[in-house]
């Protein structure tokens, strides 16, 4: 199967490789079949049944560290001085973040969405793969946005933003399940304002540990990047 990315799923979502086995921390690799269904899997279960390399596998959860699975390391403000190895897997981080994932998203009231990345983003999904000028370039635009336009822009930021809008689904959901209004009330207000700033203010985020408690023991430990 063609490993297609590793990004957030539900806690209740079961694993391919260990039927009856749920993916608690959030995070799965997507797995596409020869007839286009998806399947979910930790990363041995990536290696055992994926034909293509992990390196170069987008990996959009780099902002949520699950503690009890150990660190896990993340970029730093921007892609710069990045491994010739690893730069495959973080242009098409960029391009999933800005073109796909984050589309709700606004900064300075604009869309994240920029033709040149759209561009390739358009070209990625058709061909299934990108040229070594394009990942350059696509790291050079993500580099340029970060220091000239809004460091909002970075890779580091926009999956911090992708991790927290995952965690306050989440939070949601199980706030609706206990009927806690106050705190389905308040992750609303903080999705709102993550949404239209691409960031949480610091007493937001304090604020958001309230209800945090709430969400199964895995995600409820994991420890969230902070915004650029």
């Given at each position: 199967?063609?490993?297609?990315?590793?990004?957030?799923?539900?806690?209740?979502?079961?694993?391919?490789?260990?039927?009856?086995h749920k993916l608690s921390s959030g995070t799965a690799y997507y797995m596409q079949s020869k007839d286009g269904t998806i399947y979910f899997?930790?990363?041995?279960c990536a290696e055992s049944h994926g034909t293509n390399n992990l390196k170069d596998v987008p990996d959009l959860t780099k902002s949520l560290?699950?503690?009890?699975?150990?660190?896990?390391?993340g970029g730093?403000?921007?892609?710069?001085?990045v491994s010739d190895e690893r730069k495959k897997s973080l242009a098409i981080s960029y391009l999933l973040l800005r073109e796909d994932l984050l589309n709700d998203f606004r900064l300075n009231d604009k869309t994240l969405s920029?033709?040149?990345?759209?561009?390739?983003?358009?070209?990625?999904?058709?061909?299934?793969?990108?040229?070594?000028?394009?990942?350059?370039?696509?790291?050079?635009l993500e580099i340029y946005f970060a220091k000239n336009v809004d460091v909002k822009y970075s890779i580091k930021n926009l999956s911090t933003c992708h991790a927290y809008k995952f965690i306050?689904?989440?939070?949601?959901?199980?706030?609706?399940?206990?009927?806690?209004?106050?705190g389905i009330k308040f992750v609303k207000s903080l999705r709102t304002y993550l949404l239209t700033h691409c960031t949480l203010k610091p007493k937001?985020?304090?604020?958001?540990?309230?209800?945090?408690?709430?969400?199964?023991?895995?995600?409820?430990?994991?420890k969230l990047k902070s915004f650029d």
């Amino acid at each position: 199967m063609k490993i297609i990315k590793k990004d957030f799923v539900s806690e209740n979502t079961e694993s391919f490789c260990a039927k009856g086995h749920k993916l608690s921390s959030g995070t799965a690799y997507y797995m596409q079949s020869k007839d286009g269904t998806i399947y979910f899997g930790g990363k041995q279960c990536a290696e055992s049944h994926g034909t293509n390399n992990l390196k170069d596998v987008p990996d959009l959860t780099k902002s949520l560290v699950s503690l009890g699975k150990g660190s896990q390391t993340g970029g730093g403000g921007n892609s710069g001085g990045v491994s010739d190895e690893r730069k495959k897997s973080l242009a098409i981080s960029y391009l999933l973040l800005r073109e796909d994932l984050l589309n709700d998203f606004r900064l300075n009231d604009k869309t994240l969405s920029f033709k040149k990345l759209n561009e390739y983003y358009n070209f990625y999904i058709e061909n299934d793969d990108l040229n070594e000028k394009q990942i350059n370039h696509i790291l050079n635009l993500e580099i340029y946005f970060a220091k000239n336009v809004d460091v909002k822009y970075s890779i580091k930021n926009l999956s911090t933003c992708h991790a927290y809008k995952f965690i306050l689904d989440r939070t949601e959901a199980h706030l609706s399940k206990n009927e806690k209004e106050d705190g389905i009330k308040f992750v609303k207000s903080l999705r709102t304002y993550l949404l239209t700033h691409c960031t949480l203010k610091p007493k937001q985020v304090i604020g958001l540990h309230n209800w945090v408690q709430y969400l199964p023991k895995d995600l409820r430990e994991a420890k969230l990047k902070s915004f650029d």
